[in-house]
C-alpha cells in the first residue's frame, strides 16, 4: 500500500517561496500508473488541487495557481516536490501530497503539514 509524507517548513514569510517535499513509499512514482498531487485545505475554505505529475513525469497544474507553482521529483528518491512562489497569508493552509488513479480519484493521503504565511 502507498505511503506518502509530506516534509518542509511549517512558517514561510510573504513574498518567499514555500517549498515541500513528498516522500512516498510502497510504489514507485516512476513505474506506477498513479497521479501524484498536491492538495491544499486554507482554512475555512474548500480543499483545491494545485497540481501533479504522471509516472512519466508529465506535469499538470490548477490553472489558478499555474503561475507561481512548480512541481518536480527526484526519482533516485521516489519523492516529488511543490514549490509556490510569492506567497500571502492567504497561503496559510494544510498541504497534502495525494496519490490517486486519476486526477478525480484521491485514494492514498499523507498526513498533511501545516504551512502558516507570515511575517
Known amino acids: 500500500q502507498v505511503q506518502l509524507q509530506e516534509s518542509g517548513p511549517g512558517l514561510v514569510s510573504p513574498s518567499q517561496t514555500l517549498s515541500l517535499t513528498c516522500t512516498v513509499s510502497?510504489?514507485?512514482?516512476?513505474?506506477?500508473?498513479?497521479?501524484w498531487s498536491w492538495i491544499r485545505h486554507p482554512p475555512g475554505k474548500e480543499l483545491e488541487w494545485m497540481g501533479g505529475?504522471?509516472?512519466?513525469?508529465?506535469?499538470y497544474y490548477n490553472p489558478s495557481l499555474k503561475s507561481r507553482t512548480s512541481i518536480s521529483r527526484d526519482t533516485s528518491k521516489n519523492q516529488f516536490s511543490l514549490q509556490l512562489r510569492s506567497v500571502t497569508p492567504e497561503d496559510t493552509g494544510v498541504y497534502y501530497c495525494?496519490?490517486?488513479?486519476?486526477?478525480?480519484?484521491?485514494?492514498?493521503w499523507g498526513q498533511g503539514t501545516q504551512v502558516i504565511v507570515s511575517s
Open positions: 510502497g510504489a514507485s512514482i516512476t513505474a506506477s500508473d498513479d497521479h
Open positions: 495525494v496519490a490517486g488513479a486519476s486526477w478525480a480519484d484521491f485514494g492514498s
Open positions: 505529475q504522471v509516472h512519466d513525469g508529465g506535469t
